[in-house]
């Protein structure tokens, strides 16, 4: 017998990534998927400015192909013919200390060589793989795990800068088990890092982590997944009210100066942490503590973005970036050499480069105008990479909260939107705010959520008899 039911239709409230992501799936699943963005354009923070030749982004500026789930995501966009690898030149990665750029070891006789670490921290590395495991059930810090296990200076000059570079955050206020899960994995199965480390290397199968991105941005991504979806993606649509009703799912949805309602038989909310908090949802007491997700800390960051003729800079910039630890007392959280991580970024005889600004370390510094700004960057640069001269090409791109902070106790909030969940099923809650905050982090929330709302709607319970 031939099935009549017509297809699940299912909501997913958010346009960036991870929206984007679970609409696609969905819809490539067979379902009635609509996708609502507030916004005007598709993307979030995920997007890239062409400029008389200048290419900028104005979040993420490259992905890592770190699983296979990113690979098939990328080729099912149909973007795989368009992925543009980073340069070689990018495997190097520079830390200041005393004040000038050092390279961070990538192999064994480097790091004994380097003078990045001193001896004394080099010999207390040695003993790492014979100290003793964590507890468990103990929430440490970054800070404290990495001091425990590799040493302050360790701390202060490959992970403190690291974590700004990624969270713009302070590594003394990060969970080490939310924030950086796979570090604390590892301690927890290995007993060490460095065995763990050396075990993972020579495990085989799926991409070896190479990072990409396309020839006019990371905003391909959003792009050809608005394609994909055409007019199943709703921008300048504003959903202001979710509720249980007659067995289904009724969202209020204001766009055009008009407000309609509209029922779906599962909701996808794939929204950040401030937008989730103060979204009505009418389902039971649980979902009051979604308001919690306020309280989340997300410190300010700026992106300057400044183009320079090729002779305005002696550093040959000959990597990805330069990352500042806190203890050198530097102005910025790093800057990115992004004419040499990819091709086209820059005219010929021309160089970019992105400059962070701001954090949990210093978000004072990200209030300043743009005069300010440029000031601080020319002088960081000057120090820093031999930068002369006003830029050719200078943008500030603000993030006001930009990133949330997976700080300890973090996990009383994912446990909120997992209680939401329970008590109202059919809806379904993720992002950065509860999946991680990588862009590839994000790829995966929106596939996970996908394949849950796809079995929710599949179940012969989900839309009672019909």
Request: with cysteine.
């Amino acid at each position: 017998m031939t099935s009549t039911t017509s297809p699940a239709r299912v909501a997913v409230i958010g346009g960036g990534v991870t929206g984007l992501t679970a609409g696609t799936e969905l819809r490539r699943a067979g379902l009635d998927v609509t996708v609502f963005e507030r916004a005007a354009r598709p993307g979030g923070v995920v997007a890239a400015v062409r400029e008389n030749g200048w290419l900028r982004e104005l979040g993420p500026n490259s992905l890592l192909e770190g699983t296979t789930e990113i690979a098939e995501f990328i080729d099912d966009l149909g973007l795989g013919t368009r992925r543009l690898y980073a340069s070689p030149e990018a495997k190097r990665r520079y830390i200041v200390r005393g004040g000038r750029p050092m390279a961070l070891p990538v192999s064994p006789l480097g790091f004994v060589t380097t003078p990045l670490f001193s001896v004394r921290a080099k010999l207390h590395l040695l003993g790492e793989p014979w100290r003793p495991r964590g507890r468990a059930d103990t929430e440490e810090t970054v800070a404290d795990f990495v001091t425990r296990r590799l040493g302050p200076e360790f701390l202060d000059y490959a992970i403190n800068p690291f974590v700004a570079g990624v969270y713009a955050g302070d590594p003394r206020r990060l969970s080490v088990r939310q924030a950086f899960p796979k570090l604390f994995a590892i301690e927890q199965e290995h007993g060490s890092l460095i065995r763990g480390a050396l075990a993972r290397r020579n495990a085989t199968g799926g991409p070896k982590g190479r990072i990409f991105s396309f020839p006019e941005g990371l905003g391909e991504i959003a792009a050809a997944a608005a394609a994909r979806l055409g007019d199943a993606l709703r921008l300048k649509h504003h959903v202001g009210k979710v509720a249980r009703v007659d067995g289904h799912w009724r969202l209020g949805i204001a766009a055009d100066g008009r407000e309609e309602t509209a029922d779906f038989d599962a909701v996808v909310c794939a929204l950040p942490a401030d937008a989730l908090a103060t979204l009505p949802i009418s389902v039971g007491p649980e979902a009051k503590g979604l308001g919690t997700l306020g309280a989340i800390a997300h410190p300010p960051v700026v992106s300057v973005f400044t183009g320079y003729r090729r002779e305005q800079v002696a550093h040959a910039l000959d990597g990805f970036g330069v990352l500042m630890p806190e203890v050198e007392r530097g102005k910025i959280l790093g800057a990115l050499f992004s004419s040499t991580l990819f091709p086209g970024r820059a005219p010929a005889g021309h160089v970019a480069l992105t400059t962070f600004v701001g954090g949990m370390r210093s978000p004072e510094l990200a209030a300043q105008d743009d005069e300010g700004l440029r000031a601080l960057v020319a002088d960081e640069l000057g120090r820093l990479l031999g930068v002369r001269g006003d830029p050719v090409v200078f943008r500030v791109q603000r993030w006001p909260r930009a990133i949330p902070q997976y700080a300890p106790g973090y996990a009383r909030f994912k446990e909120t939107m997992a209680a939401v969940e329970r008590e109202a099923p059919g809806l379904f809650l993720g992002g950065n705010c509860r999946d991680g905050i990588s862009l590839a982090n994000c790829i995966g929330a929106g596939r996970r959520l996908a394949r849950e709302a796809a079995a929710f709607a599949a179940a012969p319970t989900s839309r009672g008899a019909e």
